[in-house]
């Protein structure tokens, strides 16, 4: 008689989702604008923003960085050796739209890869960061644990808040 209990009080709680964020992202692999040879526009120009020396660049336009893009012809780039400039990160960012709104308890997910350059394999830190209303998840981690000319795969998860 306990299981069929625990079955039932189970069976009354809530269902969690887990969300991609992904497919809300808008220009996910940096196509545009195009970027053509050693041209580095700073800027993220369809879909979001970006702070510092940042924006979309695509290397195989560049082979001394030895990488491919993963998805389409460019990526997006930071070129912040320390992983910050004066404090502040150098960053991309953007705000998403999601049609009903994020729902307390869902867990929204965000997954997405990192890239040591051959041509500039010194270190860096980065950070991704998935900001609620009031509060945020992030994940931060090294490229100095990224095998130059590869890509890593990282994710990071929110608990949608009431109040966001």
Known sequence: MKRILALLLLAGLPAVADISLNSY????????????????????????????????????????????????????????????????????????SIPSGMVPGNVYTLTYAVARRADIPDAAQF???INGNSTYAITSASTGSIAVGTWHSYSVSYTAQAND
């Open 25 to 96: 992202v808008l220009n996910p692999s940096f196509e545009v604008p195009v970027t053509i040879c050693c041209n580095f526009p700073s800027g993220w120009f369809q879909g979001g923003t970006a702070q510092g020396d940042a924006g979309n660049w695509n290397p195989s336009d560049f082979p001394a960085a030895g990488l491919v893009a993963l998805s389409g012809q460019q990526v997006g780039y930071i070129n912040n050796y320390s992983g910050e400039s004066s404090g502040d990160y150098w960053s991309l960012f953007q705000t998403l």
């Open 127 to 129: 950070r991704v960061q």
